[in-house]
């Protein structure tokens, strides 16, 4: 059957270039429309629901909230497990699906038992929402809105900031393609607060119902259909609405004797931030911080684009003395991680290119082989992009790690194809290219078969991984399988028809560098052959060695990579205030401005809305370095990071 497929290929020689034109056209269509990340996303399929109720302590979360909704979800298919964290004032509960449970009828699933579970809830303790669709590494753009100079701009209070957050910055921000939302973390949530006098109510024979039901009856809107005055016809409206302070005053409260008592009577009205549960601090002064989620599934390069592309429109629509500065980008992330890999690819096919050269030592031969190396990784990203797998360190280093194994099988073909041509010149026979490079690969197109399937079956076990290993190292042995799996057909296609196209019968020698190791090598192989027990002998003793030593090796599920930045966890004692936790991470970054290294410093404490579920007396202290080309000392990261925790105990 190779033989036939060699056969064809060899006939229809026009016919086999044209489709590998076609196959190079869409593999760098695929190199330039897969998704680019950093790593895998290894979170797992899971739906998150979160139940505001402010002021209710965590057994009570417990009791109203979180038990009613996770027994709610159990009997859901695929269901792994159901997870739940109750803290002071929020409900969260987690549930994870199969891997292969699509994520948008998981969403729906829960969707529909909320729905029932809402009806076991008690009025006014919280609705249950759905979190974002986003995954682990869905935060893929964090920035700041703060006041561009604190003594200028002081009249900007951190409630203005975050309400120009909630209602501009991140409704333009949400419109930018692949993001699913945006948090808002820090600053204070405006209300409009009724501050009650007791001696007031007791006056006027008032209780606290009256009042609730007075202003929530008193800010509607409703419909009054329509009449009819002559020829036309006029819509009639009810317009409630409270726009400020003086509308909600303005409230009847009661009618005593036929005067109207106001709520501005019994109340004060004003403005003011609701109760928080974080708040976030970049280099000392209090600010908003926001992060866009990127939807999972998308291309995190394409979502940072498009978010950029919207916060050119979110900076023109701030008003004067509000500026957004960014914190973090996940596209540095992504560019030093596959630029990486890239680098490793682009070096690894040079060195190939040289050592063809060196052995086989004609020009004509090194450049079929090399064909097949671009080739074999253009039809890597063909079926990465049908398998939906990203760009990432894991799956480039698949192929980095397959460089050399892709053209093993060309090298073979078109060795032996050179030689055939070689010695039917010797012998004085007319050589007929196409001939020789049918024999050639009907000698060696079964070995080369074998041998690249034997490959790609090394690589089985770890498709049999599960779980969190699975999708690490999945990818790599998928692409690596790609491109052995594409190495083949190259080698049993187009490589015969460049070499019958392009070689040229010469003279079989050896280059100088074969001649220089063969006077190395020769003797050694006698002397090898004539001490078969000693070499076995020393081989099975290394291999010993060997696996002694394999214990003392470290070991580490990921290694350390370094992004340019350090991030500090701090645990304050479990009563500690949310006003003393932003006086310690003012303290904190003010220690670490003191570092010349240092670019800026973020702390974000406590939690956000349908957030993080930490409590205030957490915080996480985010110091974006300098690059290390603007470093004045001559110490590492590790040593800086070291004198930086000395400073800070």
Known sequence: MLEKLVDASLRYKFLVLIIFGVVAFLGWRAVVTVPIDAFPDVTPAQV?????????????????????????????????????????????VAVYFDDDMDIYFARRLVMERLQE???????????????????????????????????????????????????????????????DDVMSWGGQERQFQVILKPLSLLKYDLTFTDVMEVIQANNRQVGGQYVNLGAEQYLVRGLGLVADEQDIGAMVVKVDDGTPVYLRDIATIEQGGALRFGA??????????????????????????????????????????????????????????????????????????????????????????IAA?????????????????????????????????????????VENAFRIMAERRESGEPVDRTAAVLAAAREVANPIAFAILIIIVVFLPLFALQGLEGKLFKPMAFNISFAMAGSLVLTLTLIPVLAALILKPKEERDTWLVRIIK?????????????????????????????????????????????????????????????????????????????????????????????????????????ELKPESEWSGDRDIEALAEAMREELE
Do not use: C
Request: charged share 20%; net charge negative; hydrophobic share 50%.
């Open 373 to 413: 190396l671009p080739l074999a990784m253009l039809i890597a990203f063909i079926f990465m992009n049908e398998a939906g797998l990203s760009a990432n360190l894991m799956s480039l280093a698949g192929l980095a790690v397959g460089i050399g194994m892709m053209v093993d099988g060309a090298v073979v073909m």
């Open 280 to 369: 976030v601090t970049r280099d000392g002064k209090e600010v908003v911080l926001g992060m866009a989620l990127s939807r999972m599934g998308e291309n995190a390069a394409k979502v940072v684009e498009a978010v950029k592309d919207k916060v050119a429109i979110v900076e023109s629509a701030l008003p004067d003395g509000v500026v957004l500065r960014p914190v973090y980008d996940r596209t540095d992330l992504v560019d030093k991680a596959v630029g990486t890999a890239v680098t490793a690819l682009v070096e690894g096919s040079i060195l190939v290119a040289i050592v063809l050269f060196l052995f086989l030592g004609e020009v004509r031969s090194a450049i079929v082989v």
């Open 519 to 623: 006077t190395g090598y020769l003797p050694l192989l006698s002397w090898s052959l004539a001490h078969k027990k000693t070499v076995v002998t020393g081989a099975v003793a290394l291999l010993v060695a060997s696996l002694a030593l394999f214990p003392l090796l470290g070991k580490e599920f990921m290694p350390q990579l370094q992004e340019g930045s350090i991030m500090w966890r701090v645990t304050s004692i479990p009563s500690a205030s949310l006003d003393q936790s932003i006086k310690i991470s003012k303290d904190i970054e003010n220690a670490l401005s003191t570092f010349p290294e240092v670019e800026t410093t973020v702390a974000m404490i406590g939690r956000a809305e349908k957030g993080e579920t930490a409590d205030v007396n957490y915080m996480e202290i985010y110091t």
């Open 117 to 179: 579970v809402a009806d076991r809830i008690p009025d006014g303790y919280g609705t249950p929402e759905m979190g974002p669709n986003s995954s682990g590494l869905g935060q893929v753009f964090w920035y700041t809105l703060e006041r561009a100079d604190e003594q200028l701009n002081a009249a900007i209070t951190d409630m203005d900031l975050r309400t120009l957050h909630d209602w501009t910055v991140r409704l333009i921000l949400r419109t930018a393609p692949g993001v």
């Open 48 to 92: 998150n629901i979160y139940t505001e109720s402010p002021g209710l302590a965590a057994e009570d979360v417990e009791q109203l909230l979180t038990f009613p909704i996770e027994s709610g979800m159990a009997g859901l298919p695929k269901v792994q497990e159901i997870r739940s964290v109750s803290l002071f004032g929020l409900s969260y």
